[in-house]
């Protein structure tokens, strides 16, 4: 991986992307998402990580990140690492009609890396952005919270359950954030 989008200041505000391997449509299904949700609140509450915004999308997350209490990468990585296991176990264990090629998708993508045994969810890399202006960020939170109206998910952003836009817009979302 190129050094231009990794996480080089630890304690900086990252726009971060964190894509299923393949652009397998992974959370189509709720039960996905609930996982990622039940992962970032565990962050948020155990690991000091800050939440500015966030959007699942079908095939990739978008969200700005920061870390109070260990380094950011260190998050990220556990975050990765711990929603793989458990998106695995939900794949393999309920019912999924996709679960044949979506397995397939997870173990070719594993076999093209030496640092994975069985299964690859996440691609490795995060295209992290260091967030260094108030434009900067306001442009990205702007972005993250306009994917789904863009993509025809909803008309008005804060509608959309898994994002952080109504966290903006005077409601409650499903994660804790730090507003920018």
């Known amino acids: 991986m190129g050094n231009s989008y990794q996480i080089k200041n630890q304690e900086g505000v990252y726009f971060l992307t964190f894509q299923v391997v393949a652009w397998v449509d992974l959370f189509s299904r709720r039960r996905y998402k609930d996982i990622l949700v039940e992962s970032l609140n565990h962050c948020v509450n155990h690991k000091g990580l800050q939440v500015y915004s966030w959007c699942i999308m079908s095939n990739h997350v ?31 264990d309920e019912p999924e009609s996709r679960r044949e090629w979506m397995l397939f998708q997870f173990k070719h993508a594993a076999q093209q890396h030496l640092r994975n045994i069985n299964y690859q969810v996440w691609t490795h890399e995060n295209h992290a952005v260091e967030l260094t202006t108030p434009d900067m960020t306001t442009s990205k939170l702007n972005y993250i919270h306009q994917n789904p109206v863009k993509e025809g998910y909803v008309v008005e952003a804060e509608h959309y359950l898994y994002s952080s836009a109504r966290d903006y817009s005077n409601g409650k979302g499903l994660i804790s954030i730090v507003h920018v």
């Open 62 to 92: 978008h969200c700005i990140l920061s870390a109070q209490q260990e380094n950011l990468s260190s998050v990220v990585r556990n975050f990765k690492s711990n929603t793989s296991k458990q998106i695995l176990a939900s794949v393999k």
